[in-house]
């Protein structure tokens, strides 16, 4: 058998029998190959993926590729500068308010070895006077600039003002001037007034700017304190409330969020706490037809059928076991008969193999079995079947016979099948009548045909006396 030469393809020869395997083969193999893709390393059939990207390609376009030199890029694998960078301290002329320094001086910062040293920069003890300079030192009328030439007005003297000092650590900020400490602290005190009554607006007051202190007082008093009985286990953990005495609480429920439950073969508990109402139970899925008629699972009634107690009795073919509940008291029935020697010679029936021996043929000519004296002829090119078939009913050997003779100069040929397949053939050239002889070995159900041809469609071929016969085995053992 010859194959083609791409995806070798068998072909068949004039003179070869058809084989379906082999069409099957050719299909599979057609099947695979329509469908391969190509690849880096194959041929095959173009993706539609890879059409789209194909299309969107123009005709004598370039390859480009990412270059590892600045500024370059690589065309068809060549290196091709496209952008110079410029050069030089500041090529950009980049500001600090382009990185983000905008607020920052351009002034020389002091180096930590300047700072109080000879020549350096002075420094500041934890009182902020100059740790360099002598702590108790006089200084003449003439070298003080800003010397008072009078006491203040009111009697008071150089550090006191009616017997109030200024000296000390007052609270204030200002630490020196009496007049600027009571303004600080005067505006301390409106900045007070300000935050309180824009406290009380927020709790639903009205109050202005110009309120009073009795204005705010009242204010106060006024704001509705909380209502109802709530208790922390009733309020969602973490949220602020309070109920009718005014306390602040806060609450301590668990918020559970959304909680799935998958049912089972038991109750289970709903954790106690705050649901948002995305919680579930999950959805059962009822195999009913695996869940007995009558029988109701999560809203669903099953359909298996109920078979109760089955009985079976055995028979020449399998028998279906109906599907559905069989309740364990079925039975398949048995036959105190079935024993070893009540069955053929190594026949298996139900797990038990025979030990009966039969009558058993052999091959002879004592008993004529089938005898068809008729004579049959065809002058056919191709073997034609004559006589009856013959089927054995024992097992054993029979000898078969035939008389042949040719019509003329041309020869013939005949062929002896069991079951389809070829026991013998043979040729034959003469006018004369011979008699064909076999012996064969048969089993119970074996068929028997008879075929003849002629080698001239202008002579026939001739066949008569088909036989069959045997000798029976003894079934007796004499000792």
Not at 318 to 332: A, E, P
Request: glycine content about 10%; hydrophobic content about 30%; aromatic content about 6%.
């Amino acid at each position: 058998m010859q194959t083609t030469a791409n995806l070798e393809f068998k072909k068949p020869e004039g003179t070869d029998v058809v084989n379906i395997e082999d069409l099957n083969y050719n299909a599979d193999i057609a099947d695979t190959e329509i469908v391969k893709k190509a690849s880096s390393s194959q041929d095959g059939r173009m993706a539609k993926e890879d059409k789209v990207k194909f299309d969107g390609i123009s005709t004598g376009a370039n390859k480009v590729e990412q270059s590892s030199t600045n500024g370059n890029i690589k065309i068809d694998g060549v290196e091709k500068k496209v952008y110079t960078p410029p050069t030089g301290t500041n090529p950009y002329g980049t500001t600090k308010a382009d990185v983000g320094l905008g607020n920052v001086t351009n002034d020389a910062q002091v180096k930590r070895t300047e700072m109080g040293a000879a020549s350096g920069v002075a420094t500041l003890d934890s009182s902020g006077v100059n740790a360099q300079a002598p702590k108790a030192h006089t200084h003449t009328k003439s070298q003080i600039t800003d010397f008072p030439s009078s006491l203040p007005a009111n009697g008071g003297n150089s550090t006191t003002v009616n017997s109030h000092t200024a000296n000390g650590t007052p609270a204030t900020t200002e630490k020196t001037d009496i007049i600027k400490m009571i303004n600080e602290v005067f505006q301390s005190g409106t900045n007070v007034k300000a935050d309180a009554i824009s406290a009380v607006n927020s709790k639903g007051g009205s109050l202005g700017s110009d309120a009073t202190w009795d204005d705010i007082i009242a204010a106060i008093n006024a704001i509705a304190r909380g209502q109802g009985n709530a208790v922390e286990s009733q309020v969602l953990s973490g949220v602020k409330f309070s109920n009718s005495d005014g306390q602040l609480r806060t609450g301590t429920m668990p918020n559970k969020g959304a909680i799935t439950i998958t049912p089972s073969g038991s109750d289970q508990t709903i954790p106690a706490g705050y649901h948002n109402g995305s919680g579930k139970v999950s959805a059962v899925t009822v195999p009913v037809a695996n869940v007995l008629s009558g029988t109701t699972i999560a809203g669903q009634t099953g359909t298996m059928p109920n078979r109760g107690a089955v009985t079976l009795t055995p028979g020449t073919t399998d028998q279906t076991i109906s599907n559905g509940y069989h309740n364990g008291s079925g039975i398949v029935k048995g036959d105190a008969n079935l024993k070893t020697e009540n069955i053929r010679e190594d026949v298996s029936m139900f797990g038990k193999i025979g030990t009966l021996k039969p009558y058993e043929l052999t091959a002879g000519d004592s008993n004529i079995l089938f005898w068809d004296s008729q004579q049959y002829n065809t002058t056919s090119y191709t073997r034609v079947k004559v006589g009856k078939t013959i089927t054995t009913n024992i097992k054993g050997k029979i000898r078969i016979s035939f008389d042949l003779r040719c019509g003329g100069s041309a020869s013939l040929a005949y062929e002896v099948d069991k079951n389809g397949s070829l026991v013998t053939s043979n040729s034959y050239n003469s006018t004369s009548w011979t008699t064909e002889t076999i012996d064969v070995t048969c089993s119970q159900g074996d068929v028997f045909e008879f075929l003849i041809k002629s080698y001239n469609e202008d002579y026939n071929a001739y066949i008569k006396n088909i036989k069959v016969s045997t000798d029976l085995v003894s079934p007796l053992t004499i000792a």
